[in-house]
């Protein structure tokens, strides 16, 4: 079962790159800025996959991941709204 589950992670990772990929694609935004998008999801999906595990060490380590990508978004959500906020005001000036 836990094999089946990394399995299926790595293609909706495959397919969620790809997906954002082509949508960036659309907006002309380098490829290396991709993986700042998707770190996220691939931290979440590395947590997932080891709460799968019955090994007690790798549920907690689990748990952090996922718990630390929700922050992790929750961050750069944050930082962006402000660094925005600067730009805006210094190019209002």
Do not use: H
């Not at 299926?8 to 990929?21: A, D, K, R």
């Not at 790798?58 to 944050?78: K, Q, W």
């Not at 660094?83 to 805006?88: D, E, N, P, T, V």
């Amino acid at each position: 079962m836990f094999f089946r589950a990394i399995t299926v992670e790595l293609i909706l990772l495959v397919i969620f790159t790809s997906l954002l990929n082509l949508f960036l694609d659309g907006f002309k935004i380098k490829r290396r800025r991709l993986v700042v998008f998707v770190f996220p999801l691939l931290i979440y999906a590395v947590g997932f996959a080891l709460r799968l595990t019955k090994t007690e060490d790798l549920i907690d380590l689990g748990y952090f991941f996922t718990e630390f990508s929700a922050l992790f978004v929750t961050i750069l959500f944050s930082l962006c709204m402000y660094l925005g906020q600067l730009r805006y005001w210094r190019i209002k000036k």
